[in-house]
């Protein structure tokens, strides 16, 4: 295997990766908070589907992403209501607005669109194109004849969408909320000891609605990557559990953003060789079923919820309601 195929399963691991990490730092702002949230999947789905029509109709993947975000906040604003204000079962929320987008989505597209619960093709200014770099190589013939620095400029770093680069920001901004300022200490606090925070004369249900709002940006942001960018449209289902697999590789993680990137790298690493299985017959010199390698990520989101669930502490208020003291 020369450096150029691998730079390319690389390159191919990053961009599979993008929504699995945005959706891996949601939940852990979320849970960081105290708040469990299963309707990740959800909420990217509901995403996708309201970016990929509004890209269609308005011409604008700018206009489409906002309005994936708007959707995954009201759907974050209907989650927070039931297990923040209403301190219902946070379970329960999550997975019934799972099942809200999974069918809302599809009636709603084939009402609009007619096309089996798609939306039509995005081309052009609808969709997010990507990024060449100053210097970057697009030829293969090129590339096959360049130097291995200017290999990895030219597929591994050029090359991508905005959003890819905005989401590898995110980690470090993350990092720096979550543990150089006094936000992100509130917001630790409020999902260890939430009657600390409120004895302290901090508003619990603030915290825990602002980390909620967090979530459903990021988890707009990674539902309207899928349509717009790693794909050119709405298909019905087509986050594919990756909201499933986001909250295992929080878990694997242990709530934190760089544990978090590797983490969801190595998902998309998994997603990423399912689609070359060439490569893999060539390295290991006989021929693996296709159907095993699209399973691989979803059978290493079983392990890890098996294997690491009890060893990985989430925080001590997490899924508990809190209920003031009077």
């Given at each position: 295997?020369?450096?150029?195929?691998?730079?390319?399963?690389?390159?191919?691991?990053?961009?599979?990766?993008?929504?699995?990490?945005?959706?891996?730092?949601?939940?852990?702002?979320?849970?960081?908070?105290?708040?469990?949230?299963?309707?990740?999947?959800?909420?990217m789905?509901?995403?996708?589907?309201?970016?990929?029509?509004?890209?269609?109709?308005?011409?604008s993947?700018?206009?489409?992403?906002?309005?994936?975000?708007?959707?995954?906040?009201?759907?974050?604003?209907?989650?927070?209501?039931?297990?923040?204000?209403?301190r219902?079962?946070?379970?329960?929320?999550?997975?019934?607005?799972?099942?809200?987008?999974?069918?809302?989505?599809?009636?709603?597209a084939?009402?609009?669109?007619?096309q089996?619960?798609?939306?039509?093709?995005?081309?052009?200014?609808?969709?997010?194109?990507?990024?060449?770099?100053?210097?970057?190589?697009?030829?293969?013939?090129?590339?096959?004849?360049?130097?291995?620095?200017?290999?990895?400029?030219?597929?591994?770093?050029?090359?991508?969408?905005?959003?890819?680069?905005?989401?590898?920001?995110?980690?470090?901004?993350?990092?720096?909320v979550?543990?150089?300022?006094?936000?992100?200490?509130?917001?630790?606090?409020?999902?260890?000891?939430?009657?600390?925070?409120?004895?302290?004369?901090?508003?619990?249900?603030?915290?825990?609605?602002?980390?909620?709002?967090?979530?459903?940006?990021?988890?707009?942001?990674?539902?309207?990557?899928?349509?717009?960018?790693?794909?050119?449209?709405?298909?019905?289902?087509?986050?594919?559990?990756?909201?499933?697999?986001?909250?295992?590789?929080?878990?694997?993680?242990?709530?934190?953003?760089?544990?978090?990137?590797?983490?969801?790298?190595?998902?998309?690493?998994?997603?990423?060789?399912?689609?070359?299985?060439?490569?893999?017959?060539?390295?290991?010199?006989?021929?693996?079923?296709?159907?095993?390698?699209?399973?691989?990520?979803?059978?290493?989101t079983?392990?890890?919820?098996?294997?690491?669930?009890?060893?990985?502490?989430?925080?001590?208020a997490?899924?508990?309601?809190?209920?003031?003291?009077?």
């Amino acid at each position: 295997m020369d450096l150029l195929t691998i730079l390319q399963i690389l390159d191919s691991t990053i961009r599979l990766a993008t929504p699995l990490l945005l959706a891996c730092l949601a939940g852990l702002f979320s849970e960081r908070a105290g708040i469990f949230d299963i309707g990740l999947e959800g909420k990217m789905l509901a995403a996708a589907f309201l970016s990929g029509a509004i890209a269609f109709v308005t011409g604008s993947v700018w206009l489409g992403l906002l309005a994936g975000i708007a959707g995954s906040l009201a759907l974050s604003g209907i989650h927070g209501l039931a297990s923040i204000t209403f301190r219902g079962n946070q379970l329960i929320s999550g997975v019934a607005i799972n099942f809200l987008a999974s069918g809302l989505t599809v009636v709603v597209a084939q009402s609009w669109f007619g096309q089996g619960g798609r939306t039509p093709q995005l081309a052009g200014a609808a969709r997010f194109e990507p990024i060449i770099w100053p210097g970057a190589l697009t030829n293969i013939r090129e590339m096959q004849q360049a130097g291995p620095l200017q290999q990895i400029y030219s597929e591994l770093i050029s090359g991508h969408t905005i959003v890819v680069y905005i989401a590898l920001l995110i980690v470090p901004l993350t990092w720096w909320v979550l543990f150089r300022t006094r936000f992100g200490l509130r917001l630790r606090a409020v999902g260890e000891n939430p009657a600390a925070v409120d004895t302290a004369g901090i508003s619990v249900v603030g915290l825990r609605y602002a980390a909620v709002g967090i979530c459903g940006v990021l988890t707009g942001i990674a539902g309207a990557y899928l349509a717009t960018a790693l794909q050119a449209g709405f298909t019905r289902e087509m986050t594919a559990g990756r909201g499933y697999i986001a909250l295992a590789a929080l878990i694997f993680a242990k709530w934190r953003p760089w544990y978090a990137l590797m983490a969801t790298m190595l998902f998309g690493f998994l997603q990423a060789l399912a689609l070359r299985p060439d490569i893999i017959e060539r390295t290991l010199s006989f021929r693996v079923q296709v159907q095993l390698l699209d399973a691989l990520p979803y059978i290493l989101t079983v392990i890890i919820l098996a294997g690491f669930v009890g060893k990985a502490i989430p925080p001590r208020a997490g899924g508990e309601p809190y209920v003031k003291e009077r």
